[in-house]
């Protein structure tokens, strides 16, 4: 519901202040509606009624399993990033690899997309990120894969070691995605602080050598010929609009094009 929520103040371009005033709540309770937490069943009606949504309530026997619903668990934006980035590295001449699993002692995961040069004992790590609903949980995960993924590739592809290491985490190209980047400035940057020339040269099909980067990049997985599909973390937090409104309009589209 908060997601719904934030979604829809963005597309009216609003700011928290502004919905609360309309709304008739204070603002720390608009906050604590987008993010998730508890609050007065008012205070979600008032916001509800002020972005001109309505709220629907269910009661449900909580002695039965409920079955999930197909529109909350499929992410189609992060399968059309997925799906543009395999496509793409494939297209010129890498290997990829999707949802790679590791492990290392009590760290374990799965990468969303790889690829590789083995005769440049190359590798690149990309993880996508529609949102960012908590930026440390986030970061955590990343970091782990930066520490534990190259190793365990090495040993699966049958690498010595790896003498280059991209990791990059790629963000969708929204406004959500954008504000939380321009929030979080000096966070992102200090996990990842190159700039996207390595992420460049794969994209071109040419793995840097002897090099260890972290990049951030933010993508439009929709992005045809005449538009630049990513740009660096610098241009993202300084200059870039967005693409999208956010994950609802970005998932819209993806559904409409497809429909």
Not at 60 to 79: G, Y
Not at 124 to 136: C, D, G, I, S
Not at 172 to 187: D, G, K, N, P, S
Not at 224 to 237: K, M, N, S, T
Request: charge should be positive.
């Amino acid at each position: 519901m908060g997601i719904r929520i934030r979604d829809a103040r963005l597309g009216r371009k609003w700011s928290v202040p502004e919905l609360a005033r309309r709304a008739g709540i204070s603002r720390a309770a608009t906050y604590l509606i987008e993010a998730g937490q508890p609050t007065s069943v008012e205070a979600v009606t008032r916001v509800a009624s002020a972005l001109g949504l309505r709220l629907d309530f269910e009661l449900t026997d909580t002695r039965r399993r409920a079955e999930p619903s197909p529109s909350l668990t499929a992410d189609v934006v992060h399968s059309a990033m997925g799906e543009l980035e395999a496509s793409h590295f494939r297209s010129v001449g890498l290997p990829v690899g999707i949802d790679e699993p590791y492990q290392h002692y009590q760290f374990a995961g799965r990468a969303d997309v790889v690829a590789w040069d083995l005769d440049k004992a190359a590798l690149l790590h990309l993880e996508n990120r529609t949102r960012f609903p908590n930026v440390q949980e986030s970061i955590g995960t990343f970091n782990a894969k930066r520490a534990y993924l190259g190793d365990a590739l090495a040993t699966r592809l049958g690498v010595r070691r790896w003498r280059s290491e991209t990791h990059v985490m790629v963000g969708a190209w929204t406004a959500e995605v954008l504000h939380a980047l321009r929030l979080r400035a000096e966070t992102f940057r200090s996990v990842c602080p190159d700039p996207p020339t390595a992420f460049e040269g794969w994209w071109h099909g040419t793995p840097p050598e002897n090099a260890r980067v972290s990049i951030l990049v933010v993508l439009d997985p929709l992005a045809g010929r005449r538009q630049r599909p990513f740009i660096g973390l610098d241009e993202a937090i300084a200059t870039a609009r967005p693409r999208y409104r956010g994950y609802a309009d970005a998932a819209h589209v993806l559904v409409r094009g497809h429909g």
